[in-house]
């Protein structure tokens, strides 16, 4: 999750008047649930390895912080969204933009979360999206800001790595670290093309499924 969005937590306290909670306006309403999107896709471990490994290419976290946004302006544009509208974004973008397949079903529970998050911010219930807010705070204080990603299926360009992997492996057997589980993902193996410059020096990202 970008800066940007982090910023938005210290700013949304429940506003009161005379010691009254007033009703959350639209405003509040829809920035809550845009950080609950934000902190939602941060702890996909499917998307934080392909941001890691900079799959996405140089701007692979502007993209993920593109993906929150657009999934908002989905539920803007379509308020009867629901699980699976957000889960085939979801597996869309990491396909188009970082050439991953997704395996098993993290992109669905993903979905469900942030259709469950939308649901209570309707209803002004941010209490959920302030403990998600309070954990992302923590692991940023204890240097911790990306889940820790231990391994990940890939296809054919792994298999010179494979002996050097499982070194590796021995190498770190026996030692007490808590890992989270390896996302199913494949990495898909075909030749990445070299990014498009326009004349003004950004690079342009063309959606492999729309060409």
């Known amino acids: 999750m970008s800066a940007a969005n982090a910023s938005l937590g210290p700013q949304l306290a429940k506003g009161t008047q005379a010691g009254v909670a007033l009703p959350p306006t639209a405003e509040k309403i829809q920035a809550k649930f845009d950080l609950s999107i934000a902190l939602s896709i941060s702890t996909w471990a499917a998307l934080t390895l392909a941001v890691q490994n900079s799959w996405g290419g140089p701007d692979s976290s502007d993209k993920r912080d593109w993906l929150a946004g657009a999934i ?16 085939e974004v979801l597996l869309q973008v990491l396909n188009d ?6 395996e098993d079903d993290s992109a669905e529970e993903v979905a469900a979360r942030i259709v469950g998050l939308r649901k209570l911010t309707l209803q002004g219930d941010f209490e959920e999206v302030d403990r998600m807010y309070e954990r992302w705070l923590d692991r940023q204080r204890r240097g911790g800001g990306e889940p820790r990603i231990q391994k990940v299926e890939r296809g054919d360009d792994d298999d010179d790595t494979d002996s050097e992997s499982d070194d590796r492996e021995d190498a770190d057997e026996g030692e007490d670290t808590q890992m989270d589980e390896a996302p199913a993902l494949v990495k898909q193996s075909r030749d990445r093309e070299q990014p498009q410059i326009d004349e003004d020096g950004f690079m342009k990202v063309i959606s492999k499924k729309k060409r």
């Open 97 to 102: 933009e970082f050439e991953v397949n997704v």
């Open 72 to 87: 908002s302006e989905l539920f803007v544009s379509r308020p009867d969204t629901d699980v699976e509208d957000v889960e």
